[in-house]
């Protein structure tokens, strides 16, 4: 909890330092496999894209996801270059935390995905987590396709 703490602090003061482009809500389905058994559900939340350079932006995030009894929390602090004016590789550290286990547990991604503006404010993502690090020893990996509005 503290490092999700430090985290959110750490954004909140970057914040600060860069322009800023604005918050955006976000939904989805989501797939997520623990030990290579996957279930299908939803993940909804918001962000804020900051403007770091002409063509790349940082966008943490704050989502919650629900699969069949997992709930989760997704912290994904992505990072978008732009490859032209509507599509976006993006690619960041996702932390998560899993309260649906005997002991809570918190872990790490390493997420790589696309977002393509379908206008100005409108868009849709799509995202692969890989587990990096976590509390326990099960694997978990997350997939994700959704729709996001800027504001």
């Not at 996957?38 to 966008?59: K, R, S």
């Not at 547990?105 to 404010?121: H, K, N, P, Q, R």
Request: aromatic fraction near 16%.
């Amino acid at each position: 909890m503290k490092r999700l703490f430090f985290t959110i602090v750490a954004l909140i003061t970057l914040s600060n330092l860069n322009a800023q482009d604005g918050f955006s809500a976000k939904l989805g389905i989501n797939n997520v496999s623990v030990e290579g058994e996957g279930d299908t559900g939803f993940y909804l939340g918001a962000g804020y894209q900051f403007e770091l350079t002409e063509t790349i932006d940082l966008e943490p995030a704050l989502l919650f996801s629900s699969v069949e009894d997992l709930n989760s929390v997704y912290v994904p602090i992505m990072f978008k270059y732009g490859v032209t004016d509507q599509m976006s590789f993006v690619g960041g550290p996702q932390i998560n935390y899993v309260n649906d286990f005997e002991d809570a547990a918190f872990g790490i991604d390493l997420a790589l995905g696309l977002t393509y503006d379908v206008s100005d404010e409108f868009y849709v993502e799509a995202r692969y987590g890989f587990q990096i690090a976590r509390d326990t020893e099960f694997n978990l990996n997350t997939a994700s396709i959704g729709l996001g509005y800027r504001f």
